[in-house]
């Protein structure tokens, strides 16, 4: 059976920056409350023209760039999103449109914050059934688009991003190990968007009632996550074989500092050993992950060989944790650069398109 090893990644932010202090110059909070409460000092939000398809692609490029493949190369794209471009067609399939992924199948996959380590253990277990060898999961958000910007319990917690990683089939032991997922339905209205879906479609009363932004009971999604984040991280481990101490570094959902602090005294760790940097990207719900990977990677803070923990928790309710043996990126002997494949996925698409209507007009059947 191989081994899925995590060989690329990548990340991408919106530009706009928004802090703490221009979200009080609109909405009735303040600098001290949001720091104390969250950690969170400033976030990114995206701008006109910027989408959960484009940040995504950017960070894909990124990974794939970094993993030394060809975009044809992708066998299959997960794309994990709470914030999709549209109900469908799914996001990962304009990801692979932008790509030119002309090889890959792709779907979207709702688990909300804990979407990416869901997405993780999907696209590893297709590389151990032998059915694919190489598969880019992407975790991207554009949640200000959900929020109530005059909801000052959520506003200040979402910001914008998108990261990726490329997972390679190989013999060499590593990559991947335990994985673990959970839900619980029965707290789903503690964080949702009610309105929008086949249950309460859009329509005026939904739109003047506020029914499509994000509605949160924030105390019963703190009170949650802190009692699942200890107790999933040691289901990973274990489920690896390792030991907690041997972990060099476990990386959170970046959702309140708060709750990665409770996550480290239920793990009796110290808060070195966790990856932190939601102070200048707030809540990117399913991206939080990767983004926080690739700045552990960049920093030093993760390297070749390290054992890693990924854990997460969001709507749904939805929890989990990955362990992973880090296995860094693989040499390449390609002389593209993925990034040249860019304007040819642009003209790839613009041809598909003229030769679907040329194939109406020629070929096209009558009703
Ligand atoms: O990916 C998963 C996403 N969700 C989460 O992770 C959310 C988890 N929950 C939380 O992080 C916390 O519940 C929050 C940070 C959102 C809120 O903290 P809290 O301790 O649950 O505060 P609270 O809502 O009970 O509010 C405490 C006080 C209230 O004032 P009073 O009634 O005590 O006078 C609120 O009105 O703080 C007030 N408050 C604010 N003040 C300034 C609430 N939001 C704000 C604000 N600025 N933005």
Request: hydrophobic residues 45%; contains cysteine.
């Amino acid at each position: 059976m191989p081994y899925a090893h995590i060989t690329g990644w990548g990340m991408a932010v919106p530009q706009k920056v928004l802090t703490n202090d221009d979200l009080s110059k609109f909405v009735d909070t303040n600098d001290k409350w949001i720091r104390e409460m969250t950690g969170i000092h400033e976030r990114h939000i995206a701008g006109e023209g910027e989408t959960s398809a484009t940040l995504g692609t950017d960070a894909a490029y990124e990974a794939i760039k970094m993993a030394g493949i060809l975009p044809t190369e992708l066998d299959l794209i997960i794309c994990s999103t709470s914030s999709p471009e549209h109900i469908f067609p799914a996001t990962a399939c304009l990801i692979q449109d932008k790509l030119g992924a002309s090889n890959a199948g792709a779907f979207d996959l709702s688990a909300a914050c804990s979407g990416f380590i869901y997405a993780i253990n999907m696209g590893a277990q297709a590389i151990k059934s032998g059915s694919v060898k190489t598969v880019l999961i992407i975790g991207t958000e554009t949640l200000s688009r959900f929020v109530d910007w005059k909801d000052r319990s959520t506003c200040i917690l979402f910001g914008d991003g998108a990261g990726a990683f490329v997972l390679q089939a190989s013999d060499k032991p590593g990559g991947i190990m335990g994985c673990v997922m959970h839900s619980d339905g029965s707290g789903g209205e503690f964080l949702s968007v009610p309105a929008g879906g086949s249950a309460h479609p859009a329509s005026e009363i939904t739109l003047h009632t506020g029914q499509h932004f994000i509605h949160m009971n924030g105390k019963e999604v703190f009170r949650f996550a802190t009692r699942v984040m200890a107790q999933a991280t040691i289901e990973a481990t274990t489920k690896s074989g390792w030991k907690e101490e041997e972990l060099a570094l476990i990386i959170p959902h970046q959702a309140n500092l708060r709750i990665i602090e409770a996550a480290a005294r239920g793990l009796k760790m110290p808060m070195d050993k966790f990856m932190v940097n939601l102070d200048r990207y707030g809540n990117t719900s399913t991206a939080s992950i990767p983004i926080a990977t690739v700045e552990a990677v960049a920093s030093g803070r993760l390297k070749a060989g390290d054992k890693v923990v990924f854990v997460g928790f969001g709507a749904g309710l939805t929890w989990g944790a990955l362990a992973a043996e880090w296995s860094g990126p693989v040499p390449s002997d390609h002389f593209i650069k993925p990034e040249w494949f860019r304007p040819w996925a642009r003209l790839r698409s613009i041809l598909r398109r003229i030769l679907r209507i040329l194939d109406g007009i020629f070929f096209g059947r009558g009703a």
